[in-house]
């Protein structure tokens, strides 16, 4: 499966000054060529994939081809910004990564990890029917090994020597038969205040933009 999305939640978190970005499980570059494109920066990229490292080739700086499992390339230098978007769950350890993610920064270097959310209301429906089940895609994508909460996610990266500076949810309140009939502007707000004030039920994936401890 080729990964070709631009997560607009993770692009919005981005700082304007970036001037040199690592985008680990970069997939076909196209959220990395979004950032050069905005921000006129350099921007390197990490995939597993040979056939994602092609496609990313054509947009990017540099693309490396790696087992994040295993990670261990030396000489990448320091970088204003690190994105994690839906890559740590694929990981044995994702701690590990993180951990080994501080010699590429410095004090003032933000990272932006997005996390799906094991708890969004729906799997917890299946959960409660007595459904576990891997899908090809989604929140039980069958390549993932680690599941988080929105408590679980906080932990993994404040233990991994982060400090949160931002947080959010991103998700709906569950509206099916009434945004028909309710304006736009409505339906926002309620999801909104929805996914803001019960972040783990609502959600469907979580942004965190964090810098290292002092």
């Known amino acids: 499966m080729i990964y070709g999305s631009i997560n607009a939640p993770v692009l919005s978190q981005v700082p304007k000054t970036v001037k040199r970005v690592l985008d680990i499980g970069c997939g076909s570059g196209n959220l990395g060529r979004k950032i050069k494109e905005d921000f006129n920066?350099?921007?390197?990229?990490?995939?597993?994939?040979?056939?994602?490292?092609?496609?990313?080739?054509?947009?990017?700086?540099?693309?490396?081809?790696?087992?994040?499992?295993?990670?261990?390339?030396?000489?990448?230098?320091k970088f204003d910004c690190i994105i994690c978007s839906h890559v740590l769950e694929h990981l044995?350890?994702?701690?590990?990564?993180?951990?080994?993610?501080h010699?590429?920064?410095?004090?003032?270097?933000?990272?932006?990890?997005?996390l799906?959310?094991?708890?969004?209301?729906?799997q917890r429906l299946k959960f409660?029917?007595?459904?576990?089940?891997?899908?090809?895609?989604?929140?039980?994508?069958?390549t993932h090994f680690r599941f988080f909460d929105w408590e679980t996610a906080r932990e993994l990266l404040e233990n991994s020597g982060?400090?949160?500076?931002?947080?959010?949810?991103?998700?709906?309140?569950?509206?099916?038969?009434?945004?028909?009939?309710?304006p736009s502007f409505i339906t926002s707000f309620i999801d909104q205040?929805?996914?803001?004030?019960?972040?783990?039920l609502f959600g469907f994936q979580f942004i965190f933009s964090c810098r290292l401890n002092s």
């Open 41 to 77: 920066c350099e921007v390197i990229g990490i995939t597993y994939s040979e056939i994602e490292a092609a496609l990313a080739n054509k947009y990017l700086d540099k693309v490396y081809i790696h087992n994040l499992n295993s990670f261990d390339i030396d000489s990448l230098g």
């Open 128 to 142: 409660l029917a007595g459904r576990f089940r891997y899908t090809e895609g989604g929140l039980m994508d069958m």
């Open 103 to 114: 010699e590429y920064l410095t004090a003032d270097s933000i990272i932006i990890v997005a």
């Open 92 to 101: 044995y350890q994702p701690s590990e990564l993180l951990k080994q993610l």
């Open 162 to 182: 982060y400090t949160i500076v931002t947080s959010q949810s991103e998700g709906s309140f569950p509206l099916p038969m009434f945004r028909k009939f309710i």
């Open 193 to 200: 205040k929805a996914v803001q004030k019960f972040p783990g």
């Open 116 to 122: 799906p959310n094991v708890l969004h209301f729906k």
